[in-house]
């Protein structure tokens, strides 16, 4: 018997509404899923410091910013995205080198902050990393994101050969419920820049020689 045009409207809708449900569950699916073994680089930047404190405490001084030794147990990679059905998404810096990256953040950082790097430095930073992890766990419907950076920075005053050392340590997460790489990316650099924060407002410049508070 040929169905009424109520009947037919009532199928066509239960139809429709299957098809979001499937279409939702896939969508879902492929934000959890990529292909097993996967690399990302991020490209990690210097988070712009706050209009207030920019220029702040630099009274000057150059510095020159060493590449740091890559002190961590795993120097491999960054971390690790799992994904909601078990594949592995590895996190990393190109070239592997993590330690050229966080002084390049620093530099940057620094440069920002009203510091000079440029001509016959008075201050020369060194140092290790001791932990940088950025990691994600993928769950039907979010995406947990953490961060961890810890490094030890000694900063040698040229004129007189004293030393400053500092330990800066930084964390942060977020979650979010689409994940793009970017979200990792964003938030392993305003965490690393966080920390930074520390190595200036914890200083002191006097007659170009950094001194802690």
Known sequence: MPKTNEEALVTGLRHRWTQGIALGIGLLVAGGCAA???????????????????????????????????????KSRLGVRHHLWGEDT????????????????MTDYLKRKGWRTDGSPDVTLSGKVLDFSVNAQSKFGSTEITVKTKVAVQAVNN??????????????????????????????????????EKLVMNTKVENKLLRLK
């Not at 590895?90 to 953040?105: E, L, Q, R, S």
């Open 36 to 74: 097993n073994g996967a690399v990302v680089n991020f490209d990690l930047q210097a988070v712009q410091p706050p209009a207030a404190t920019a220029g702040k405490l630099s009274e000057g001084v150059s510095v020159a910013v060493a590449a740091f030794e890559d002190a961590r147990s795993e």
């Open 90 to 105: 590895t996190f990393n810096v190109p070239g592997g080198k993590t330690g050229d990256v966080v002084a390049k953040v």
């Open 159 to 196: 004129a007189d050969g004293s030393i400053v050392r500092m330990t800066l340590n930084g964390d942060g997460s977020q979650k979010v419920f689409w994940f793009d790489p970017e979200d990792a990316q964003e938030l392993a650099s305003e965490v690393l820049s966080d920390s930074l």
